[in-house]
C-alpha cells in the first residue's frame, strides 16, 4: 500500500521558532510537495521538488524552506514561526507528470 | 501562470439528485486535469483525471468529468448522489512537459441533504 508520512498530526510551536516538517514517502517517487490547507483558499502549493536537491517555489514560498537530500524525504522549514504560518500543511508526492499524487494525512500547525 | 478556479464555494444537493461542480483553468496549453475529493477528517483522494482522447472522463464512486478545450473547463458531475458523497472536492491542474507545478483550486464543499 503506497504511503506518504508527515512526521507529525499536531504541532504547537512558539513564534520565532524555527519549525521542521519532515515527510517521507515509500514509492520511490520523483515528485513532491508541500501545500498548506486553509478555510476558502484551497491547497495552496508552497514549494515543489522533483528530483533529489532540486527544489522550485510554488505560489506562497515566503518565509519558508525546504530540503530534499533524499529521494524519499522532503523536509518543509518554517525558519521563523509567525501566527500567520498557522494551517494544516499537506505532503504529497507522484511518480511523474499526470500521475496521480498521494497525500500524507497532513500536520496542523499552530504557532502561538 | 498556471491557476484553476472553482466558482462555487459550496453547494447542498439533495441525495438521489444530480450534481455538477464546475472548474476552470489558465494555462498556456491543455494540462494535465484532475479531481481529488478529501472526505472529512480523511486525506485527498483522486477521482479521476484527464490525460488526452476522449474528452468525458469515468472515474470512482460513479464520478465523471468533461473536459472543453473551448471553454478551459473540466467539470465533474453525477448522476445520482449519495450521501457518502458529503465532502469537499479540489480541482487541479498540471503542466505537461518540464513543469512539474501541481496548483489546485480553492475547493468546492458539497452537502447532501435527505
Known amino acids: 500500500d503506497v504511503k506518504v508520512t508527515q512526521s507529525s498530526r499536531y504541532l504547537v510551536k512558539r513564534t520565532g521558532e524555527k519549525v521542521f516538517l519532515e515527510c517521507v514517502q515509500d514509492?520511490?517517487?520523483?515528485?513532491m510537495f508541500w501545500y498548506r490547507q486553509d478555510p476558502g483558499l484551497g491547497l495552496r502549493l508552497i514549494y515543489f521538488s522533483y528530483d533529489v536537491k532540486m527544489k522550485e517555489k510554488g505560489d506562497i514560498p515566503e518565509g519558508y524552506s525546504v530540503s530534499r537530500e533524499k529521494k524519499e524525504r522532503f523536509s518543509l522549514i518554517l525558519e521563523s514561526a509567525s501566527t500567520n504560518q498557522t494551517s494544516m500543511y499537506l505532503c504529497?508526492?507522484?511518480?511523474?507528470?499526470?500521475?496521480?499524487?498521494?497525500f500524507g494525512q497532513g500536520t496542523r500547525l499552530t504557532v502561538v | 501562470a498556471q491557476s484553476v478556479t472553482q466558482p462555487d464555494i459550496h453547494i447542498t444537493v439533495s441525495e438521489g439528485a444530480s450534481l455538477e461542480l464546475r472548474c476552470n483553468y489558465s494555462?498556456?496549453?491543455?494540462?494535465?486535469l484532475f479531481w481529488y475529493v478529501q472526505s472529512p477528517g480523511q486525506g485527498l483522494q483522486l477521482l479521476l483525471k484527464?490525460?488526452?482522447?476522449?474528452?468525458l472522463v469515468q472515474g470512482i464512486k460513479g464520478f465523471e468529468a468533461e473536459f472543453k478545450r473551448s471553454q478551459s473547463s473540466f467539470n465533474l458531475r453525477k448522476p445520482s448522489v449519495h450521501w457518502s458523497d458529503a465532502a469537499e472536492y479540489f480541482c487541479a491542474v498540471e503542466g505537461r512537459s518540464n513543469d512539474y507545478k501541481l496548483s489546485f483550486g480553492a475547493g468546492t464543499t458539497v452537502t447532501v441533504r435527505a
Open positions: 494555462y498556456g496549453a491543455t494540462p494535465y
Open positions: 504529497a508526492s507522484s511518480s511523474r507528470l499526470g500521475t496521480e499524487a498521494f
Open positions: 484527464y490525460f488526452s482522447g476522449d474528452t
Open positions: 514509492m520511490d517517487h520523483e515528485n
